[in-house]
């Protein structure tokens, strides 16, 4: 049976930060930020925007009468869950109007959890033919003001509809995955920041590609001259080319330019965005598919390369679907990205260090001005988080 995924769409919430601006503001070469980093704009999301309206704005555009009939399985991979008992998934569950009888999970490992879920919702429709999961990544990454890591936060989700006999992607059966217990990157649970060791946390991701890539070679006798792309998690825009680099160094130079070049179109969404965890891989995917002018086609075979720091790894393959473009999301894409509010420093600062009533009693919410989604967080009552539809 031909597994893989149907529709795809992402959502980021529409403030942002100018990089330049930033790194003029902390006193520091633009270069490093733009270049030496490899990033743009970075994503900041109010406090109407959390981990269950990011993933349900992602679903929505992509969800007809049909698929919610027929979502039997929703999983959410978050670092960034909204609750330590309740998953975000049975919020979105309800948000969306699927219908009763599913199920509604959240995952975590880091940046991997998405892809946990593509997994589980793979074997999930083989043995429930017909019937559809809905996977979503949604996170937001925060480092904390004036810290290293500040230029690599963002915010966003994916929503992937999956599904025999799909219209985008086909997965393939071999996997690679890898566990190591690591403290490359962790956040423990009463701190909203990330703890970061960076550059063992760089070390950590290029060690498992290349230990990951060396096995899952063996067990599939694929090299890098059998794929068209490779699409990496990109924290950064240019952290998957420290991966990718040297396990390109023996191949011809046909391949190390066609892997190289699509892999420039991966990187086109995170550097506008930022890292939004565990949907970033597939943020890379969307970006390659959107961007691509004719130089991918259908049966082209795509390379996966999923991290979660602390750490869990996993490499997996797919072949794109006949009329594959035809189902992307482009013209939203772009919409989406082009509308967006320019927050001056002092605007980051205060939505940055806002924090949500932790009291009794009714707390209403509204960031008007510059939250414009369809889903968003509208209030907190006794400590129930509430949302609303913009119509
Ligand atoms: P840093 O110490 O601020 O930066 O940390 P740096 O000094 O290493 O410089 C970064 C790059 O900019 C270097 O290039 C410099 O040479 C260059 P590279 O050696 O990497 O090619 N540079 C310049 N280039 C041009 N003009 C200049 C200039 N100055 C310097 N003037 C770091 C950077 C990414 C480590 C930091 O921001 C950080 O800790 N970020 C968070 C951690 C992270 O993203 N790690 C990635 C791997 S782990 C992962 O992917 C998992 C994760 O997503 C979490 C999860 O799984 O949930 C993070």
Not at 200 to 229: C, G, H, M, P, Q
Not at 340 to 369: C, N, Q, V, W
Not at 374 to 381: P, R, V
């Amino acid at each position: 049976m031909l597994i893989g995924i149907d529709k795809m769409n992402f959502f980021t919430p529409n403030t942002y930060i100018d990089l330049v601006k930033l790194a003029e503001h902390r006193g520091i070469d633009p270069n490093k930020f733009t270049v030496g980093i490899g990033q743009s704009k970075m994503a900041v999301p109010t406090i109407t925007q959390d981990t269950v309206s990011m993933g349900a704005n992602a679903a929505l555009p992509i969800l007809d009468a049909t698929d919610l009939g027929k979502i039997d399985l929703i999983v959410v991979g978050t670092e960034t869950g909204i609750d330590e008992s309740k998953s975000s998934a049975a919020f979105i569950h309800q948000l969306l109007n699927i219908h009763p009888f599913a199920k509604s999970v959240e995952v975590k490992q880091a940046c991997y959890g998405a892809t946990a879920g593509l997994m589980m919702a793979k074997d999930f429709i083989t043995t429930h033919p017909g019937r559809k999961a809905l996977v979503i990544a949604s996170d937001i990454s925060r480092y904390g003001l004036a810290t290293s890591g500040e230029v690599t936060q963002g915010a966003g989700a994916v929503a992937m509809l999956i599904s025999e006999n799909p219209r985008i992607l086909e997965l393939e059966d071999v996997s690679v995955s890898m566990t190591e217990s690591i403290f490359d990157f962790w956040r423990p649970n009463y701190t909203d920041t990330a703890i970061v060791n960076g550059k063992f946390s760089n070390e950590a991701y290029v060690n498992f590609f290349s230990t990951i890539w060396e096995e899952f070679s063996k067990r599939t006798s694929y090299s890098l001259a059998d794929f068209n792309a490779f699409c990496f998690h990109l924290p950064y825009s240019k952290m998957g080319k420290k991966a990718l680099l040297p396990a390109l160094e023996n191949e011809s130079e046909d391949v190390q330019k066609r892997l190289m070049s699509h892999y420039d179109l991966s990187t086109t969404y995170t550097k506008n965005i930022g890292n939004i965890y565990t949907g970033s891989l597939y943020l890379s995917l969307m970006s390659l598919l959107d961007s691509d002018e004719n130089s991918l086609k259908s049966g082209d075979l795509i390379g996966f390369f999923s991290y979660g720091s602390g750490a869990v790894g996993e490499i997996f393959s797919g072949r794109l679907v006949e009329d594959y473009d035809k189902h992307l999301l482009k013209e939203a894409h772009q919409d989406m990205l082009n509308n967006r509010y320019d927050l001056s420093i002092e605007e980051y600062e205060t939505i940055f260090t806002k924090e949500l009533p932790k009291t009794d009693g009714t707390h209403p919410l509204s960031e008007a001005k510059y939250d414009k989604s369809h889903f968003y967080l509208s209030s907190i009552t006794d400590h129930q988080r509430h949302y609303n539809e913009r119509q």
